[in-house]
């Protein structure tokens, strides 16, 4: 870029040489125009032909990871000052032109486009209006450099002085790190490590344990073989000691699982999961049947003509915006019809023709009534319905089917699906439909009987539909209406409007329904409207694609780990197991002393809150990894109760790039590299129709003693002794020493899945090593990255990098003209069978196996009485994501502060005005906000985003080797306050540590101590479920 | 410069105790605000508390208060030089020489509201013809430079007449009076008459192009429909009148008081009078302003007027504007008791310039209190230390130079006196 | 600077300052041959024995790639009067608008613009009453007015369009009167007071962006903007190597449209007439190329 403007000047000069050509200079040169255009124009000043114009060479596509969608980018990189700490500077960000997210609605460019005229772009601004030399990026994104330099960052390893949060540090080398991390450290007290983490295999345990029980083999004796290694020999099932190492992942989760699961063996690995999307996801995942998993609502916008949004903000939020809105606005103006169904007036709802402002937590009742009406008004799709497998299906051209016509055995107490084998007509594996008045095994039936509610051999049976249409029958549309407050002409036109399509309808969905003590039942009723069209795997209908190029296998198997270990035990969060079966049971009985969740893979949220009473047993350490628990869990206060106390938490080690809310409290804190200055693995949920693979790699480096978290990992591990890592880490014997060999054997599966990718040309190469050493410096070892593949295997791994990772070619999404190509192809379940053999751990009840609305309940099945008037919701800010934006100043300058949204009839009622300062409390806690009066939120219900109020990222100033941290700067050099709640446009940036912490208002548990209420099933914390006070200060 | 004129001056007159401490409290605020002009060069207007939203303030007030101040002396002297009345001549020079002041001052606050000051010469040099600042600029210049000619003229007889004077104000006088040292009834004659055409010719300079133009810099404005109006203009042309003729009128009794000198007191009264009658054509031209505004139901307009009247500075309109600088001269200019003392008249006319600030404050300031758009940011803005000071420092200035040129200058018209003094 | 390369500063560079034309041509990586035909063919012109389209024609296209549109004219047509070149415009159609304020970051990041600058806001406005109510959302940059109240301010003519329709600003010749700011009625412009997000962001100052095709280095040294008025600059420089604007390129809600106004078969053109194009203050006559669809 320097070269081009130098030598464009240069010549100039050199021609200006020729004094004729001087002469007739004018000529070519716009400025100096001979004639007088008018008073308004001039000439000779003021422009330049400096345009800072880059190539491939100052270019490398990355993915971003402002927020959790992943999108794939494109960062230009310029050199910056040479006494920076940094390697390069990061001149724009945008989105990578190779990839269909960020190209909506052009499409990307072809994927075989060479890298240098992909980055130079196709000229076409004048007429077309892009020059596609880059693509979409929301807010978010565009601000990520603000990420990678922000000085507050952590700069080197930290050691705490004094006690937990005191926030005293000493800086150490990373060798004294990892030993100490590993071996304990004298001066603090904190245990290491390797004496943490003893392992034991499950089977040879158990085996002696049954010895134990049956009497062949004492107690003492088992004690005795089994103390050092299991975390307690009267309760075996909790587990090796390595369990009591306890994780909290927010990125990178599979090296990390990796490294957790089957080097350590611990059975503590947890991740955000448990308070982002849980319930939701659970809900879907037990919602269908089939060879792949489908786990949420998509919809096939391009093609819908109505989109029923249900709680979810696609606009702002969901997986994502850069991806998701510009689909939405384009369908919308070619004529799709769009409900939102959100207490507040969101983003998404704006462009809705239908707003639905739901009484939160009431989501169920809502899409009870919609299903009541599209029974009563006969608009289901009775062929998709009464298809009881995929031949009958196929008949029809549906590619899925549903279990309408199954029945259910209501005789047995665990109300599973009635077998054929129960009826003598077949296996344990089929279930019976009525056809034509005979049962049949359901794969061999054709068409099934809708509607069944007979006894069949001493059998009470009802099909799955008849239990479901019951389930809608329970109340009146009117009774519904006053539940949800959703007038009854909307419910009607939600349910017409959603039938009146085919198949060109779908459901969106995701955290708002889901995130309630009710969520999973909330969202297995969504999820069943969406049965009644059977829009699945339709073009314009409900999609489940998620078809990424194989990342793990392939070239390279990168999940196994050559005598590596399997978790076993019952992790601190009681996820995914039954209680009934354990130990503690036995023990204690009916209530349980805290939930259990048996449905529920991941509730990072209570694993704090337990430890704090030891429940099932105590923890002994925690390694936090871009994850805060005293922000994102359900009552920070809590949370950070446990982080305080080395009695609770003998060890506590954060991976982070910032003194964080929860990790101002660590024993260590190792600083892990920003995303933009690393590798990684994240991708946008399965919500597009073509394959993709997209790929992180280092764009710049900001502060050079900063190491990623895998990097930490190879080292702690190798000290630990444990397998996977250095020599023969993989199953192919190849090694594992530093992140490239596992990110870039990631890229060769890529490369070579399916018809691999061609080799890079010798011109690309040069690109490839050119942009790498000109961004990175000496932080790019060319040579050694090649040894982790092979080198046959090293030119297509370049072409896949070069282009920011492996995209496939639109045009094929869909096979039979109108179903999607990548597709789920399985079966929709209205009746959950699994759940309703389930008990709830407080009195042993069964669970409902046909979801229903079930009312806001804490752990002692009671239905909550809030103490507080206003019922308070949560969402995501459209300008931050998650916690880890707020050291952007840009999008501080979008938004600071999480205004409280409130109804002008609260609002009245209490003499506030927007702007006002508030507090905001309920029992346990008082915090101070400021309230956005809006028409936007019903009476009765407040809320604000929840992404703000942190004291980390500098707001809190820590002494590092005895020297505070610099105050953090402030901005508008005048006296006054230009910014009012929702003008902002001042230009100003707030403050890093304005607004309030939604989650320290979480709605505690009455019937238990220190716990959230949750959600056994989906295993979603109550996030949503908060009641407040709102008083003007 | 201060310490030089105040040698001079001490060599040349008698010095009074209070004229030193008048002298060294000016030279001590003009210091500090040297300081606070120092401190606003090197880190720009950052000490400043304008902001995009809110781009001009109290420099701006105080530079159209002060060019307004300039054009109403000088259609003052005009009254006397052109029109005759000569009953006012005693103020006619002064009047004069009160504009030139007033327009080196007013464009000092310019140059210190500019984000670059050191271009300062592009004003000069590139002109774009559609501007009106632009063209405001090359009438200042004009325009001074036909004070200074005018003001020369008026004082070309009295300054031949300082000549053999043996202090300073000889030396000056005879410096400027070149070989032109001779005054008969022909030069008498040929002066009054020069008087006459720089006057007339001044007239129109001032009304259009000084002040009627300076007043044009806000009515052109489309974007800001509280200024966007024609009568604007005029409103500027006969507020600078009000302001012109308080301030002679105070400076005039002032200067008596201090120089124990004989009042004219039928002088004052009528001055007294006039200024009340620009006051009214003033007050009556706001107030049509304001009713075609409120009838006009334009938001952007009515907004402004809700903030000048109702908003965080409505004290500067009720308070300065209309009760001091209108209501309580007024009063003193009709009240029996009052009408006749001079010290009422003196204490009258100093609220009127002290209204007109308020006047300059409530033109500039509201208008950009309301967001230029609907939905923008609303400004807000008050002066900061640094301004006040800098406007202080600006201010000393003025009188500094206003004493010393008195001080050097024959600008009373006291022929008399000037025998016993030279010596 | 090309940008003050007069006729005489290019006699003064002829007259000397280079002093060998043809070793400077050959450091430069254009063609040597290149240049020293054109200036011979110059001199033919100069003399009449060649006309000014042949030239034109003959070199039009080399120069066109290296120096983008706005530096390279087309060719006088042989009446004398000039082809039409191109008028920049936008089109924001507020339908698809949904308020996300990317271009306002994507256009800071572009334009590196300083705290208490943004080129490009997106204002917010709530309608109606619960539950029936509308949000419109705004996004404002510079609307490169056809008749600028801001040039017709401006003493100096530091600020003027220039000939594809954007309004430029002198920064080495604006004195920061900030008349402009008064006077826009778009509430575009900002005063830039030197302020930086180098506390909270290392690098800031490294790189500025060289609007309307100056360099200005790091920020705050050499030829620094600071005291001067600033505003969008339709992103110039990223049009001139082929790129749309910033915030066109990241728009969330694909609701910004960018191009050439006066080819009527531009998207731009087809938007901007279309029966829901509207401009904002239509009633003042500044004439506004940025036009919103309803
Ligand atoms: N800007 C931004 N984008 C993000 C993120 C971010 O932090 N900021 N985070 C990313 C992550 S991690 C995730 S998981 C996704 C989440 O994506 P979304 O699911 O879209 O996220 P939310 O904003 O949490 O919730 C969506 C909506 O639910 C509504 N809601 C609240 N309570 C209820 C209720 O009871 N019923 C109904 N029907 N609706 C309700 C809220 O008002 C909100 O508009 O977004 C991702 N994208
Ligand atoms: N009430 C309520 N609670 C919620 C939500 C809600 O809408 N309402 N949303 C939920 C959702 S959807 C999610 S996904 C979670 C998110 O919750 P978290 O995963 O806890 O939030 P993050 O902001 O992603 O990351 C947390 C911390 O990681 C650290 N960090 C940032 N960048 C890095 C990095 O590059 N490396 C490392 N090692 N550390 C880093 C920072 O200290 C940051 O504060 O919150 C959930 N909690
Ligand atoms: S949606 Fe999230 S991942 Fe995508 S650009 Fe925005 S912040 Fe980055
Ligand atoms: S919008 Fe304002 S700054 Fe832009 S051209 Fe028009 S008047 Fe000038
Ligand atoms: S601030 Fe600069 S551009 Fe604006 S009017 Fe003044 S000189 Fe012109
Ligand atoms: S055109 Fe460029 S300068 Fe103007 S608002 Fe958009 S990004 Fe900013
Ligand atoms: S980026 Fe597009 S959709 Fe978002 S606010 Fe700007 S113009 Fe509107
Ligand atoms: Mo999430």
Known sequence: MEDKSMSRRKFIKALGAFGAVAAVGPAFIGPIKQVFNGVWYDEGHGVGTDYQDYGAEDVIFSTCEQCNTYCTIKAYITSGKKEGPYSTVIRKLAGNQYSPLNMVPFGAIAYATPIDEAVKGNGDVKRGGRGARGGRICLKGQAGIQTAYDPYRVKHPLKRVGPRGSGKWKVISWEEAYDEIVEGSKDLGTPGLKELSAYVPEEGVMADWEKVKKGTMTQAAFDQKYKDVLVDTKHPDFGPKVNQVTFMVGDRRDFVQRFISNSLGSKNYYHHGGVCGISSVIGNVRSYSGQKKKKRQYADIDNTLFLLVWGTNPMVANKGPTWLAPKITNAIQNGMQMAVVDPRFSKTAEKAQIWAPIKPGTDAALALAIGRTIIEKNWYDEIYLTNPNGKAAAQDNEPTWSDATHLVNLSDPKRPKLRASDLGIGTEEQFVVIENGQPVPHDQAMEGELEVDKTIKGFKVKSSFQLYKERTMEKTIDEYSAITTIPKAQIKQIAKQFTSYGKRASILSYRGPAMHVNGYYTQRLIASLNHLIGSYDWKGGNITTGAFYQEFAGKYDLNTVPNGKKPWGIPTGRNGVKYESTSLFEKDGYPAKRPWFPYSPQTVGDVLPSALHQYPYPIKALITHRMSPVLSAPNGQIQEQVLKDPDLLPLFVASDVQIGDSSKYADFILPDTVYLERWGREAIYPNITTKLASVYQPVTRVFPNVRSFENSIIELAKRMGLPGYGENAFADGSSLDIEEDYYIKRVANIAYDGTPVPDANARELEVFSRARKKALGNYFDEQRWKQAVKPEEWKKVVYVLNRGGRFEEAGNEYVNNNHIKYSFGGQANFYDEGVAAGKNSYDGQFFEGMPFYEEIKSFNRKPIQPKQPLQFINWKARNMGTYRNVSSAWLREVRADNYIWMNKVDANRRGIKTGDTVRISNESITLEGTVYVTAGIAPGVVGSAYNMGQKGYGVERHTIDGQKQKSLPTYNHTSFKFKKPMHEDDGYPGGRGEGFPVNKLTELDSALKDGAIYDEIGGAPGQLDMFVDIKKV | ?423 | ?294
Request: glycine share 8%.
């Open chain 2, 1 to 423: 410069m201060e310490a030089y004129a105040k040698q001079e001056l001490q060599k040349g007159q008698k010095s009074s105790a209070a004229f030193k401490w008048w002298i060294g409290s000016l030279v001590v605020l003009l210091a500090v605000g040297g300081y606070f002009i120092i401190e606003r060069l090197v880190f720009g207007l950052e000490t400043t508390n304008l902001s995009s939203i809110t781009p001009w303030g109290a420099w701006i007030a105080f530079y159209i208060f002060f060019v307004g101040l300039s054009a109403g002396s000088f259609l003052l002297s005009s009254l006397i030089y052109v029109f005759g009345m000569y009953q006012y001549e005693r103020i006619g020079k002064m009047a004069l020489f009160t504009a030139v002041v007033c327009m080196i001052v007013a464009l000092t606050f310019v140059l210190m509201d500019l984000g670059r000051p050191e271009r300062f010469m592009n004003a000069m040099v590139f002109w774009n013809v559609i501007s009106i600042l632009a063209w405001e600029i090359h009438f200042y210049v004009v325009y001074i430079t036909l004070l200074v000619v005018e003001l020369y003229i008026a004082m070309r007889e009295d300054l031949v007449r300082l000549r053999p004077a043996n202090n300073i104000r000889g030396k000056i006088a005879r410096m400027l009076t070149f070989k032109n040292s001779t005054i008969t009834e022909e030069t008498k004659k040929r002066d009054h008459r020069w008087m006459k055409i720089l006057g007339i010719f001044g007239i129109p300079l001032a009304i259009l192009g000084v002040h009627g133009g300076t007043g044009a810099l806000f009515a052109v404005v489309g974007a800001r429909s509280a200024w966007n109006t024609g009568l604007f203009p005029i409103i500027f042309v006969v507020s600078a009148m009000v302001s012109g003729t308080a301030l002679l009128l105070a400076i005039y009794i002032i200067k008596t008081k201090v120089t124990k000198a004989q009042i004219d007191r039928k002088m004052v009264i009528s001055l007294g009078k006039m200024m009340i009658a620009f006051l009214f054509i003033d007050l009556l031209l706001q107030f049509y302003e304001y009713l075609v505004g409120v009838y006009g139901l334009e938001p952007h307009h009515l907004h402004n007027m809700a903030i000048q009247m109702g908003g965080p500075y409505s004290w500067s309109f009720w308070g300065v504007q209309m009760f001091l600088g209108a209501v309580v001269p007024i009063f003193i200019v009709f009240y029996k008791k009052t009408s006749e003392n001079i010290n009422a008249i003196l204490i009258a006319a100093i609220l009127v310039v002290i209204g007109i600030i308020g006047v300059r404050f409530n033109i500039v300031v509201p208008s950009q209190i309301v967001p230029v758009f609907e939905g923008m940011p609303a400004g807000d803005y008050f002066p900061t230390l640094n301004e006040w000071m800098v406007s202080v420092g600006i201010g000393a200035m003025g009188l500094l130079i206003f004493t010393i040129g008195d001080r050097l200058l024959p600008l009373e018209e006291k022929p008399e006196s000037l025998e016993g003094e030279g010596s």
């Open chain 3, 1 to 294: 600077m090309l940008k003050q390369m007069l006729e005489k500063d290019w006699d003064r560079v002829a007259d000397g300052m280079v002093p060998n034309a043809k070793e400077e041509l050959d450091q430069s990586p254009y063609s040597t041959q290149l240049g020293m035909s054109m200036a011979d063919d110059a001199r033919k012109v100069v003399a009449g024995n060649m006309d000014i389209q042949s030239f034109h024609k003959k070199y039009h296209s080399s120069l066109l790639g290296e120096f983008g549109d706005l530096f390279t004219q087309e060719p006088p047509k042989k009446d004398g009067s000039s082809t039409k070149g191109v008028k920049w415009g936008m089109v924001i159609d507020l339908q698809k608008c949904v308020g996300c304020d990317s271009c306002t970051v994507a256009c800071k990041s572009e334009n590196r613009t300083p705290p208490g600058i943004s080129y490009n806001v997106v204002l917010e406005e709530e309608v109606g009453e619960f539950p029936n109510v509308a949000k419109v959302n705004l996004p404002m940059p510079c609307m490169h007015c056809d008749n600028p109240p801001c040039v017709q301010v401006c003493p100096v003519k530091a600020t003027f369009k220039l000939e594809n329709g954007i309004v430029t600003i002198d920064n080495d010749r604006c004195i920061g009167c900030r008349y402009c700011i008064i006077a826009c009625p778009y509430g575009a412009r900002s005063y830039d007071f030197g302020e930086s997000y180098e506390d909270e962001m290392l690098s800031f100052n490294d790189v500025t962006s060289p609007e309307y095709g100056i360099e200005r280095g790091e920020r705050g040294t050499r030829k620094t903007p600071i005291g001067t008025v600033r505003k969008c600059n339709f992103c110039l420089h990223r049009l001139e190597r082929g790129e749309e604007p910033a915030c066109v390129e990241t728009c969330i809600g694909d609701a910004r449209f960018f191009g050439d106004l006066n080819d009527p078969n531009s998207t731009v053109s087809k938007l901007a007439n279309s029966p829901r194009a509207f401009r904002l203050k239509s009633d003042l006559g500044a004439g506004p190329n940025v036009i919103y669809l309803k």
